[in-house]
DNA sequence: CCTCGCATCCACCGATCGGTGGATGCGAGG
DNA sequence: CCTCGCATCCACCGATCGGTGGATGCGAGG
């Protein structure tokens, strides 16, 4: 592991990882360190804190996680596209697998897109891969970005009846709490209904949850 | 970290993790085998796995996570404890902080009770109070325990009703699901709405699922 | 011009919900 | 005997929901 590279070996891809959970991280960099081709060079626990860690080790490919109490991953992408298109690799490593968010990330300039659970061979190649210039998707991040999945993308207004009617609101108080008449509440949740599949409330809130909306 | 102990040092306490996800044993291995005084003996990726892998590497301390596909954590702790009522010493460590769960891994025979949220230090700490044989909890399992915790468990019929609500179902056909009257649905759905603290189905399923009740 | 999606809004109505009165029986524990 | 919690059930009623008819205006893109 602390080998230095023969004459015929690349250097070792330069990797920094960014997610707020402690475990998470060291896991990460136990399945990275692991391979000699690949070494971490810096490790930050939300976005704010990437970026100057990012400026100062300056990685071939980020590990960069989405929600983030400190600092978000779309922010951070987009800070360090504004100053390099291309350079260092983002690789967006995260629990979320909804289209909001794989669409956001790839927008903000993201080069691969894997949830959480891949297994450490998946890891290491999909790294090499990015370093290598090929982009990185899951079979469903591909689809959500082809268009072949099913929208389920809510708009704002309608995560906000949403939200509020999650928490107990009824629809009369979501309009007082919003603003807009009990018509426009009942308007936005039906079509919330016809997005998510569902017929009812109960059934809504259940599928945000799962799909992480809420 | 390849050291041998000195001589007026102990051993260190010998740890197997059992978890279901790459990422999270990886993490935790790399925490703590960054302790000299912590060795990492032996990995599981559930329940089914874990037993023979304790059986061979005979650990002090065992980190076990509760729902795991692959045999769930209580049965696992259970088993162990069916051949010897104190050693390994049994830490949860886990993302569900219900008081089921809680009471389930407690009641089955571990001796501690995390979050996987934990941070470095603390975990560590957790680690060596447990083989020195002292208990670990969080402050809320300790509440749960003690029953100084707003008691949330449902009743299986409960939780039967309130999965058919969230699925959309209406009290009628919940009531022609589960082979009662539309009275015993209505009954029970108002015992979910007062334990949970809510007033209505919509906030009944959110809490259920912010609580991994669902 | 058109269509589309977003946000806003109205009226009506049958179905459903949540609340409030009750009730029974059973087993466990004091 | 009692109380308690669980599961089951009834009737009534006002409030609310979901569906179904519409409608407007705006901006974007073809």
Same mark, same amino acid.
């Given at each position: ?7 015929? /070996? ?19 960099? %136990?399945?990275?360190?692991? /391979?000699? &081709?690949? @070494?971490?060079?810096? *490790?930050?626990? %939300? ?17 960069? #996680? ?10 951070? +992408?987009?800070?360090?596209?504004? &100053? ?46 990015? =370093? ?7 079979? $469903?991040?591909? #689809?959500?970005? @082809?268009?072949?999945? *099913?929208?389920? $993308?809510?708009?704002?207004? *309608? ?5 509020? +009617?999650? $928490?107990?609101?009824?629809?009369? &108080?979501?309009? *007082?709490?919003?603003?807009? &008449? /009990? ?15 569902? $017929?009812?409330? !109960?059934? =809504?809130?259940?599928? !945000? ?6």
């Amino acid at each position: 592991m602390t080998a230095s590279p023969s004459p015929t /070996e690349p250097p070792p891809v330069r990797v920094v990882i960014v997610d707020d959970h402690p475990v998470v991280r060291d896991g990460l960099r %136990g399945m990275l360190e692991h /391979e000699r &081709s690949i @070494t971490v060079v810096g *490790e930050a626990a %939300g976005g704010h804190e990437a970026l100057p860690v990012i400026a100062a080790a300056v990685p071939d490919v980020v590990l960069m #996680d989405l929600r983030m109490p400190l600092g978000d991953g779309i922010g951070a +992408i987009r800070a360090l596209r504004a &100053s390099d298109a291309d350079h260092p690799r983002i690789l967006v490593l995260t629990t979320y697998d909804t289209d909001r968010d794989i669409r956001a990330a790839m927008d903000a300039g993201a080069n691969g897109y894997l949830l959480k659970d891949v297994p450490r061979a998946d890891l290491v190649r999909a790294v090499h891969d990015l =370093a290598a210039g090929r982009p990185v998707l899951t079979a $469903s991040a591909l #689809d959500a970005l @082809t268009g072949r999945r *099913e929208q389920t $993308s809510l708009t704002a207004r *309608e995560l906000d009846v949403l939200r509020v +009617i999650a $928490s107990g609101g009824t629809n009369r &108080s979501a309009a *007082e709490r919003l603003l807009v &008449s /009990e018509a426009t509440v009942k308007t936005h949740l039906l079509h919330v209904y016809e997005k998510l599949g569902v $017929s009812d409330r !109960a059934a =809504a809130v259940r599928v !945000a949850y799962e799909r992480h909306l809420l």
